[in-house]
T-cell receptor
């Protein structure tokens, strides 16, 4: 699985958009970009995934650059409950041997 | 209805004991995992099972033995517990693209 690089921490004011970047310059053509988050003392939670097109769901938007070497997770209106560690993971979809390899993630602090 | 449930949520035990953590998923997924999160918050995969068959074993000491009696259950048995086994253990299940995690079992070995 390709390696990812994320900033260690970020701050965001409540109500503003949180833009979390991720670099994955060695991504392969069949690897997807996944985002998970872990709120304190809870299990990781799936947010969104994409291959090359931008994606949006009820939680967030995922913007993937045309060369697929980087992506940005956007929380359009961050709330205090979005304070968490956000993990960007690159992996091949499906397959019985496929696994999620978590890095150190970005600790997002949403403040009043 | 909890999708992936683990029991117990907390477990405090002495060194040398044997303990088990149970995991059940009601999502109908084929694949289940065990992850370990240590005190530095690194999440590392330990095992993966697909349809009761071991697929991934990430060089975990053989004191750790997963058992999958059926597709919906993946239990983790740990023999001769050591201080370094103290961590939060997460069970997860997935169907291709999206993984669902349990709430974790905080194991403290004293």
């Amino acid at each position: 699985d390709a390696k990812t690089t994320q900033p260690t921490s970020m701050d965001c004011a409540e109500g503003r958009a949180a833009n979390l970047p991720c670099n994955h310059s060695t991504i392969s053509g069949n690897e997807y970009v996944y985002w998970y988050r872990q709120i304190h003392s809870q299990g990781p939670q799936y947010i969104i995934h994409g291959l090359k097109n931008n994606e949006t769901n009820e939680m967030a938007s995922l913007i993937i650059t045309e060369d697929r070497k980087s992506s940005t997770l956007i929380l359009p209106h961050a709330t205090l409950r979005d304070t968490a560690v956000y993990y960007c993971i690159v992996r091949v979809a499906g397959g019985t041997a496929s696994k999620l390899t978590f890095g150190t993630g970005t600790r997002l602090q949403v403040t009043l | 209805d909890t999708a992936v449930s683990q029991t117990p949520k907390y477990l405090v035990t002495q060194m040398g004991n044997d303990k088990s953590i149970k995991c059940e998923q009601n999502l109908g997924h084929d694949t289940m995992y065990w992850y370990k999160q240590d005190s530095k918050k690194f999440l590392k995969i330990m095992f993966s099972y697909n349809n009761k068959e071991l697929i991934i074993n990430e060089t975990v000491p053989n004191r750790f033995s997963p058992k999958s009696p059926d597709k919906a259950h993946l239990n983790l048995h740990i023999n001769s517990l050591e201080l370094g086994d103290s961590a939060v253990y997460f069970c997860a299940s997935s169907l291709n693209l999206e993984a669902f995690f349990g709430q974790g079992t905080r194991l403290t070995v004293v």
